[in-house]
Nanobody, 125 residues
Framework: LAPLRESGGGSVPEGGSLRLSCVAP????????MAWFRQAPGKEREGVAV???????NAEDYVKGRFFASKDDVNNILYLEMTKLKAEDTAVYYC???????????????????WGQGTPVTVSS
């Protein structure tokens, strides 16, 4: 089993919403910076949002105000609430674990060493 397991992807029309979940091993969510990335067909993996061990969040400009990352330390779950979805949000979404409590790796995919298997999101126009 992958150490991180995403779920919640699916197909929605533009303007719709989805909530993604990422289940992690006990203690991980409350200890490390966690991130959401996505990869569209033919494109490089790109950052979406990060949450540090204290719950502080940040998001890339192209999703800011539409996507919101959060976490549940007790149940070891990372969330990504996606609203006002656009066709260009279509991608496989991944959660990833950083090696430190603060998100000093930012949105660089190469900084994250542990990944889930991804969950696909399709937004139809």
């Amino acid at each position: 089993l992958a150490p991180l397991r995403e779920s919640g992807g699916g197909s929605v029309p533009e303007g719709g919403s989805l909530r993604l979940s990422c289940v992690a091993p006990p203690g991980v969510i409350g200890t490390y910076c966690m991130a959401w990335f996505r990869q569209a067909p033919g494109k490089e993996r790109e950052g979406v949002a990060v949450v540090d061990s204290e719950g502080n969040t940040n998001a890339e400009d192209y999703v800011k105000g539409r996507f919101f990352a959060s976490k549940d330390d007790v149940n070891n779950i990372l969330y990504l609430e996606m609203t006002k979805l656009k066709a260009e949000d279509t991608a496989v979404y991944y959660c990833a674990q950083f090696e430190e409590p603060e998100c000093t790796g930012g949105f660089r995919a190469s900084s994250y060493g542990i990944w889930g298997q991804g969950t696909p999101v399709t937004v139809s126009s």
